[in-house]
DNA sequence: CGACTGTGCAACTCTGGGGTTGCATGAGTT
DNA sequence: AACTCATGCAACCCCAGAGTTGCACAGTCG
């Protein structure tokens, strides 16, 4: 519904493939890579690499910038964190719940 | 490859389904529900939701358990907390990689 | 200028996933 | 046994997305 589940969305999306994950595996390793480079090191073609690209970076989890003819593509690891923040949130929510249930048992042993 | 990476893309694909996020929402608050509980909430078709029950149990974020006529999920946030780590461990690395290169830099000056 | 190489754009195929409807089955209830 | 209600199964539609190929365009360098 808002803009900030959307955006949730869109990162979950963008981990839910292989190969975007790898090159985001490559991407924390790496300053920064062109689509060409990245390619090279994927069974897929330029172009599929470019669409994943694009993906991540709808997703803000990667920041495109132009260096003369060619395009290099850095991390931005911000929205990991926002998304890891709201599963640990659902976690956390679960284990409150299971510790009032625990301590209701506990109050009528 | 692994079947650790596997486990993942499932856990990531469960995620980036906005319905199943909200299922998973109400499994964090409830402690089970049945798929036509969840349904009566959801604005999809029973059978919508059991589909998107399937998914999450593949994941492993919920498991289901018989109770008389009636099957009912419960969440299983274990999975959830691997998935957040895997972020993490991407985000801290770029973060070594970050912290590396600016003392580099200042070692240069 | 001309050659080379990385990007960008477009059209196309094809599989998978979300959703639906219809009906059969299974487990309690009376 | 008859009834009720939740679940299970199957066939089907539709579209987003992963991948491909082909070609045009833009910097860089001889």
Same mark, same amino acid.
């Not at 292989?18 to 300053?31: F, H, N, S, W």
């Not at 690209?53 to 964190?81: I, K, N």
């Given at each position: 519904?808002?803009?900030? =589940?959307?955006?949730?969305g869109a990162v979950f999306s963008a981990l839910? =493939? ?14 920064? *890579?062109?689509?060409t480079e990245l390619a090279a090191a994927e ?15 709808? *997703? ?31 976690? *956390?929510?679960? =284990?409150?719940?299971?510790?009032r249930l625990r301590g209701k048992l506990e109050?009528?042993?």
């Open positions: 519904m808002n803009a900030h =589940d959307r955006r949730l839910a =493939d292989p190969t975007r994950r790898r090159l985001l595996g490559r991407l924390a390793e790496q300053p920064s *890579a062109t689509a069974p897929v073609s330029r172009q599929a690499i470019v669409k994943h690209l694009q993906s991540l970076d709808e *997703a803000g989890l990667v920041t495109p910038a132009r260096a003369g003819r060619e395009v290099r593509y850095a991390l931005t690891p911000a929205p990991l964190e926002d998304a890891a923040g709201w599963m640990t949130t659902v976690g *956390a929510q679960w =284990d409150r719940r299971l510790a109050a009528g042993k």
